[in-house]
Structure formats: structure tokens, C-alpha cells
């Protein structure tokens, strides 16, 4: 999907390591990092229509999700569920980045068809090259292979 009409959301409650990965995407010169919601909860709203996102001219659908796995209300991997189990998003590319290294997060998130799981780095390079990885196996524009 190389696209100059990717819109990516990102899931993610920390607004640094939201900052962060805008960063990282904006030094890979990968454009359509669009929208950050805070929990899973807006996620579904959001990708579902409902409550102030119904307008879908203000807020339109991403192309790929980036999704945090540790997420306030509903956790990632319920939003990831949702996802597969929608008739309307079920195709909808997703990548968790999570400081969860566990194999059971890894697994489940597997079963449920994630396109690629990341664990948070902790050095801005080791973020740089997930991004560009991201991008490598989203097929977006500006990664430099």
C-alpha cells in the first residue's frame, strides 16, 4: 500500500512515546501519521463511527494501525479482537508496539492476525529502525530499503 493517501493511527497512552514514534516516522520520511488516541475504548469509537467520531469527512479511516498493547478501559489486544472480528475493518493492517515482551501477548496477538509485534526500544536508533521495518512490511512510502 504506497500511498500518499495513508492515514496511520496510532494507539498509544503515553504522549512521549506517542511523540516519539511521530518522530521516528517523520526522520523515515514516512508521511500519513495522522491521529494518537489514548485508549482502546476511542479506538473502537473511532474505527466504528460512533459517538463524536461519526463524521467520517473529519475523521476518516486510518489505512494501518499502529497499536499499544498496555491500553487504559480496553486493552489492546481486546481492540485487536474487535478488529478481526468486524466485517467493516477485519482487513485493516496493525503492528503492536508494546513494552510487552511476553510470549502470551506475542502469541495471542499472532492468533489474531497482527501484521508485525514490536517490543518498545529503548534507544531512539532501536525505534528508528522498527518504524523503518514497519514501513518495509507496509509497502509506505519513504522507506529507504
Known sequence: MSSPESRILVVEDD???ALLLRRAFRKAGISGFDLVLPDGQEAIDYLGGLGGYRDRAAFPLPSHL???LKLPRVTGLEVLLWIRESADH??????ILSSSGES????RARELGVDAYFVKPNRSADLQA???EIGRIWSLNGVRV
Open 15 to 17: 504522549p512521549n512515546d
Open 66 to 68: 499502529i497499536l499499544d
Open 90 to 95: 477485519q482487513q485493516l493492517p496493525v503492528a
Open 104 to 107: 502470551s501477548d506475542q502469541v
Open 130 to 132: 522498527i518504524v523503518q
